[in-house]
């Protein structure tokens, strides 16, 4: 069966960082590309990083330059690192994993996990 399970994230002011995990159990990682996601309640998931299994990374505008995606295959676990963070990045985040080495962000993802509450207050 696999899961991924997520954690980390909480509250923070405006300006400071939080970072979030994904651990996966039961699938190899280094098969899938990796994703992390955003919901606000009534509004659309947002895609917000992508890792390709060759390690390369895109982003989306609203959080380039200050948010970080990585992967590490051996520990079967993916990570978001989050900077500078605005009151807008409030949201319910999710990391996803899509078979195959490449997705981006409007791929096709088969597995997600539970979800990671992020607050940030101004």
């Known amino acids: 069966q696999v899961q991924l399970v997520q954690s980390g994230g909480g509250s923070v002011q405006s300006g400071g960082s939080l970072s979030v995990s994904c651990a996966a159990e039961?699938?190899?990682?280094?098969?899938?590309?990796l994703g992390w996601f955003r919901q606000v309640r009534g509004k659309q998931r947002e895609g917000v990083a992508h890792?390709?299994?060759?390690?390369?990374?895109s982003y989306s505008d609203s959080v380039k330059g200050r948010f970080t995606i990585s992967r590490d295959n051996d520990k079967k676990t993916m990570y978001l690192e989050m900077s500078s963070l605005k009151p807008e990045d409030t949201a319910m985040y999710f990391c996803a994993a899509g078979w195959g080495s490449y997705g981006g962000l409007n791929g096709v993802y088969n597995y997600w996990g539970q979800g990671t509450q992020v607050t940030v207050s101004s």
């Open positions: 039961g699938v190899a990682l280094e098969n899938y590309y």
């Open positions: 890792i390709a299994t060759d390690f390369s990374t």
